[in-house]
């Protein structure tokens, strides 16, 4: 009999869409919700269990009791204070051997997260593998299309959020007409399209850009858009979200695409040819 996939599972809809596309496929899934942020409505129709983010033996010994290789990290957890994880003897030890990366950037400590898991034996997935029909395409995904100045601010945003990533800040950023209104950083998307009504310029409106970061670890934390991005990004008075597709997940892409069409705001897939444009 196949292995269950196990799913490491934060909030959103992501973690159930996965469970959903294994059993599609014949597969089976064990999840494990992170205590205070998986929603466990979502979740109830397969096993599971719900352990603190710190409870790294418990977490561990069910994942191996349910037989379980493959493991996919999914869906958002706010990275808490050290002094409020509380770790049980196995996570002390597992923190230890994260080292400094969890003083870092997002990326440099899912990265060591992804390492240390596998030195335990496990096999880490990206979420993309699973649903691919939710990383979008490339070129326009409705009836608006953007135009040369949001082609623009599209190609800005690219610079930026490299550069930014990098550093391992963010994965978006705002421009209208070359202006960088802002970039996202620990406050994530939402809070970040909330600062920039009152930073709006006169003119047409800017664009949202998510992409991966330069050497992004795929398989933990990829770019995420949905219908209430393109709703907030509508309220903010920007003309559209432009993704990298590929690199990106859609939590509902039939519904991104219709929400983008009653809205008036375009939904625009970034190919590789535009992100490998040197100074872009």
């Known amino acids: 009999m196949e292995r269950p996939v196990g799913i490491l599972a934060g909030g ?18 064990f999840i494990v919700g992170f205590q205070d942020f998986v929603d466990l409505p979502r979740i109830a129709h397969w096993p599971h269990k719900v352990a603190r983010l710190a409870a790294a033996g418990e977490i561990l010994a069910a994942l191996r009791e349910a037989g379980c ?5 999914i869906g958002p957890v706010r990275r808490p204070a050290l002094r409020d994880l509380r770790p049980d003897a196995e996570g002390a030890r597992l923190l230890a051997r994260i080292g400094r990366a969890l003083f870092g950037g997002d990326d440099g400590l899912l990265g060591a997260v992804v390492r240390v898991l596998g030195e335990e034996g496990f096999r880490i997935r990206g979420a993309h593998e699973f649903l691919d029909r939710s990383t979008g395409r490339v070129g326009t995904m409705g009836r608006v299309a953007p135009d040369a100045l949001a082609m623009s601010d599209i190609a800005r945003g690219i610079a930026v959020v490299r550069a930014l990533g990098a550093l391992d800040v963010g994965q978006g950023c705002v421009v209208q007409d070359n202006l960088v209104l802002a970039v996202e950083a620990l406050e994530g998307t939402d809070a970040m399209l909330a600062r920039c009504s009152a930073l ?8 949202l850009v998510k992409t991966l970061k330069p050497g992004q670890e795929k398989r933990a934390d990829m770019p995420t858009i949905g219908p209430r991005t ?23 892409p039939d519904a991104c695409v219709a929400r983008a069409d009653a809205l008036g705001v375009f939904l625009y897939g970034i190919g590789p040819e535009m992100m490998a444009i040197k100074g872009s």
Not at 13 to 28: C, D, F, N, W, Y
Not at 69 to 73: A, I, S
Not at 200 to 207: A, K, M, S, T
């Open 200 to 207: 709006r310029q006169p003119g047409p409106g800017g664009v």
């Open 12 to 29: 959103g809809p992501l973690p159930a869409q996965v469970a959903e596309a294994v059993t599609a496929r014949g597969g089976q899934v």
């Open 69 to 73: 290789r493959d493991l996919v990290l």
């Open 230 to 252: 393109i709703e907030n990004t509508a309220a903010t008075g920007l003309r559209g979200v432009a993704f990298e597709a590929g690199g990106t997940l859609l939590t509902d």
